[in-house]
């Protein structure tokens, strides 16, 4: 049989490439057992060739759309025990042209921190996740391979009345979630969890261990926000905590459009960023099955924290958002870690161990965002429920609005990488699940949050149209593997960092020259 030249060049490039990666990760490996000398170093690598390599890939990813046979696997995974085996992995993997990606809690929307183009190595974080809290003076330092769960149960087992402003998912690891921004329930009243970081520790390009003071104020600027894997290895973050009150109060109200949604969603929009601080109601859209036999109709469900009792909550509603008819008995009142519980999904009474626990099955999905400046009409709404009835959204999908205002507007879009401050009502998080396997049903879903985010363009942010880098969406642009260029990773650079990308780029030329540290949506240096 005659193979067409493009074929045969193509096989012969293939095999090659094979060869070179085998040899490369020899080498790697190498490297890595000559420099850790009598190091337990061996005890935490995991090549195909072990047997427990498919469960620690797998411990932490958490989208099943990256874990298909197709999906390129590390050549290696290591799970440091601490700061010097870091230091042997980035210099042995530089040496040898390995590419690294660091995985903290694996909750990368486009799974970047376990999966690559290129022949690849994980650097698992999950030995490093002390936490420890010091309440008399209100901060915590925690490591970042410590999920919010596990930080949320320590501050909890400390006091009473200290928090922290993070996000809703318990198993979400620290380590990308505060380097993207990080934010909960209790943003309008604090902000970001990146707003909370008061100290760092990191693992430069050339295997330096910084702290906030060796690594100054630019570098620590970029990664509270700047998205993780740019910069380094951020081993450990010292956070402030923040008080909440003994007793909180949540509430969900339901409404479908029969019980007018749409109005009360319009009104929300007036409101939700110019509430008390201390109130925080988002809302969930899904369509749902109509009560009239056959028929679909679009839930609307107002999900909310207030931080104190009921006894200020309804008057405070009653002045505010009277259209919403909230009463008593709609209302929990709880402590602040059984509100995180709440959030999370978990049943009134749950113990808090439940925040211990690392695992999270979910089918695929894929998210995108948005960020909206002026209220969308009813009719533009309206859009939005036809496309909720589509075959696609059938399973499950929606959006989730979340209100800003409160300390969000005050703070300046400069302070930290995250820009999204004064000026933005409420932000828009696009879903879609589905459970089929096979590339049509990912084809087919993800043509379908597309068209969605198409329809929604005029009633959104333009120029840049924004995004939030911990909803991490390749649609918006990529990096050219091998070649960044300036030009056009500020294409997404600017919607995930409006000005502040100029920044990101200008330390990260300084820190990361030689561009060790990428992935498809990573701050490339000036000479790439
Ligand atoms: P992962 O380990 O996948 O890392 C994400 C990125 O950071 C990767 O590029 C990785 O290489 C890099 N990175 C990780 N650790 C690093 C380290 N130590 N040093 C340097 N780089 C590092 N967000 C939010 O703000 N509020 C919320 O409520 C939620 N809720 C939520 C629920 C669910 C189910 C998911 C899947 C995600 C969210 N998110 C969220 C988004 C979440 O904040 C975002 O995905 C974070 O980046 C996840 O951080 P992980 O460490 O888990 O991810």
Known sequence: MKLPVSLFVFALLYSFLLATSAHTHENFLQCLTLHS??????????????????????????????????????????????????QEILSCAQKHGMQVRVRSGGHDYEGLSYVS?????????????????????????????????????EIAEQSKTLGFPAGLCPTIGVGGHFSGGGYGTILRKYGLAADHVIDAHLIDVK???????????????AIRGGGGASFGVIVAWKIKLVPVPSTV??????????????????????????????LFIRVLLTGVNSSQEGKKTVQAAFNSLYLGGKDKLLPLMQESFPELGLVSEDCKEMSWIQSILYFAGFPTGQSLDV????TLTVPSYKAKSDYVKNPIPESGLEGIWQRLYEKEAAELAGL????????MSEISESAIPFPHRAGNIYKIQYLVYWSEEGTAATESHVSWIRRLYAYMAPYVSKSPREAYINYRDLDIGTNNEGNTSY?????????YFKNNFKRLVHVKTVFDPTNFFRNEQSIPPLSH
Do not use: C
């Open 355 to 358: 925040l211990l626990n690392r």
């Open 117 to 153: 183009p290129v022949p690849f190595v994980i650097l698992d974080m999950i030995n490093l996740r002390n936490i420890s809290v010091d309440v008399e003076n209100s901060f915590a330092w925690v490591q970042s391979g410590a999920t919010l769960g596990e930080l949320y149960y």
């Open 487 to 495: 030009r056009q990773a500020s294409i997404w650079g600017t919607k």
């Open 249 to 278: 109060t949540v509430f969900t109200v339901n409404k479908n459009l029969e019980q007018n949604a749409t109005k009360l969603l319009h009104r929300w929009q007036y409101v939700a960023d110019k509430f008390d601080k201390d």
């Open 37 to 86: 000398g009598n190091d337990s170093i061996s005890k935490v690598i995991y090549t195909p060739s072990n047997s427990s390599y498919s469960s620690v890939l797998e411990s932490s990813i958490r989208n099943p759309r990256f874990s298909t046979p197709s999906t390129p696997k590390p050549l290696v995974i290591i799970t440091p025990l601490g700061v010097s085996q870091i």
């Open 207 to 221: 295997g330096r261990f910084l702290d906030r003071k060796s690594m100054g104020e630019d570098l620590f600027w």
């Open 400 to 407: 989730i609005l979340t209100p800003y205002g409160g300390k």
